[in-house]
């Protein structure tokens, strides 16, 4: 199959993916309903649609209704996205897509935890009172009756979504490919479809981070301990997560995590959450980022439910003036040609995660060394895009909200020009690409499997659909 052909089948998947990310988002898409005996039809009007708000299409315990379409079609066009060029038939196919997922994840016993799904739909609430400005306000945007109504459907459609999104996870988890499968992916494309990757760049940095005193450390340990006991008596562990944690990421949700095994966190973290039992509050430990006490709240077979409270040591602005002489100093030393970049990274360096390969940085996105440029993270394209080969940026003084204020300077190792797809020097970005082939095709196969197992009708007018799936079975 040429390549066009493959990136365009993805990019209709990535589409059904956002669509229903995007319509699952916000308080437009209809909650679940269990469906009657009997369904009443819309009788089609070739000349003019009716405005009847009939069950155009019944998923398993799902249906769907006629102005689910339009809402969709309105989420879509209120966050500027362009609808000229889908219609209403590809619009149903993505609910109906939606709607499958969330009932073979229910046929699966997959669970989702009311918890966390009023947690995101407070979140969601949140969001919408300061958009419109109070819940008065969102209750009749959304042309509810009162908050009660509100909330409870907007509690369905997140938790169908949810589910979905669980059972899309589950399909592809198991989904791996081999050297062998790639080399052959690869090969199969016809030269004139190969693809062209963009101009990218190699990246390297030193950091120092300002040192932190014995006193400031014991002081944060002390404080957590005090927090700890103030749980262990009977106070809210979740209360106290949001009002003195430092990990921005959590904080706002009680500092709430579920991880496992494969989960991307520091080793010393898992290390003590795998440790605990239900119920148990560690002691406070140490990772890079500061400080930490975990609670677990529920161990599920290899999953983990946790809240935990990160506290980062206060640096003094004295050890932050240090810091920035020492990375200051060395930027000199490699200008002065005393020491490479590489090699002032290997010993000098405060970021293990990059010393240890001269600071040269990983993709994050791509898990390899190249950043493409028109994919760069916009703040380190600014600190970058005009350096000359072998220069080195000033100090640059960054405030990461995980891990607090540091020094760092950059270098690019490596410029790579726009080019044609080469097997050794793109294997990464390659194997990508075959991936997302290979899940697709396991989507698929799924898909018609349980199409043909659960229970659907598609009313009216809509039988006339030329659809991607077989909705129809013929």
């Known amino acids: 199959m040429p390549l066009k052909t493959r990136i365009m089948k993805f990019t209709s998947s990535k589409l059904a993916v956002t669509l229903i990310a995007t319509i699952g988002a916000v308080f437009f898409a209809h909650a679940q309903e269990i469906i009657k005996d009997s369904v009443k039809t819309k009788t089609p009007d070739t000349t003019r649609r009716q405005k009847v708000d009939g069950v155009i299409a019944t ?12 809402k969709s079609f309105l989420e879509l066009s209120s966050q500027g996205n362009s609808i000229k060029d889908i219609t209403r038939c590809q619009m149903l196919g993505k609910l ?9 994840a229910v046929q699966d016993s997959i669970i989702v935890k009311d918890e966390e799904i009023k947690e995101k739909m407070d979140d969601q609430v949140n969001y919408m009172v300061e958009q419109l400005g109070s819940m008065e306000k969102v209750i009749q945007y959304f042309k509810k009756s009162n908050e009660e109504e509100f909330r409870n459907e907007l509690f369905d459609i997140i938790k169908t979504n949810k589910l979905g999104a669980e059972m899309q996870k589950k399909i592809v988890d198991g989904v791996e490919i081999t050297p062998e499968e790639t080399r052959t992916f690869f090969k199969s494309i016809p030269t004139a479809d190969l693809p062209v990757f963009g101009a990218e760049m190699e990246v390297a940095q030193i950091v120092i981070a300002p040192k932190i005193s014995d006193e400031e450390k014991q002081r944060v340990i002390n404080r957590l301990k005090e927090i700890k006991a103030e749980v262990l008596a009977g106070a809210s562990f979740k209360t106290r997560a949001v009002i003195y944690s430092d990990d921005r990421g959590s904080a706002a949700n009680g500092g709430f995590y579920k991880i496992n095994r494969k989960t991307q966190f520091v080793k010393e973290f898992k290390d003590v959450a795998f440790s605990l039992g239900e119920g148990e ?10 400080y930490h006490i975990i609670m677990v709240e529920k161990i599920l077979g290899q999953d983990i439910e946790l809240r935990h409270i990160l506290m980062m040591p206060k640096v003094s602005d004295q050890a932050l003036k240090d810091a920035k002489e020492k990375i200051t100093t060395i930027k000199q030393r490699i200008e002065k040609g005393e020491i490479t970049f590489a090699e002032a990274a290997r010993t000098l360096s405060d970021e293990k995660e990059t010393r240890a390969n001269g600071g040269v940085l990983i993709n994050p996105k791509t898990q390899d060394t190249h950043f493409e440029l028109t994919k760069m993270d916009p703040s380190l ?10 220069a080195v940026t000033q100090p ?3 405030d990461d909200p995980r891990a607090g204020k540091k020094y760092k300077i950059i270098t690019v190792t490596n410029r790579i020009d726009e080019h044609t797809a080469d097997y050794a020097k793109d294997y990464t970005k390659i194997k990508d690409l075959a991936l997302k082939e290979k899940q697709i095709k396991a989507i698929a196969k799924w898909s018609d499997e349980k199409i043909k197992e659960t229970y659907i009708k598609i009313n009216g007018e809509y039988r006339d659909c030329v659809f991607a799936n077989n909705w129809l079975k013929k």
């Open 96 to 104: 109906l897509e939606e709607k499958l997922y969330a009932h073979q």
């Open 396 to 398: 640059i003084l960054d």
């Open 281 to 290: 509050i560690s002691e406070p430990f140490e990772t890079e980022y500061g």
């Open 59 to 70: 998923v398993g315990d799902y249906i769907i209704l006629d102005s689910d379409i339009d």
């Open 381 to 390: 394209y600014s600190e970058v895009s005009n350096l000359k080969n072998g």
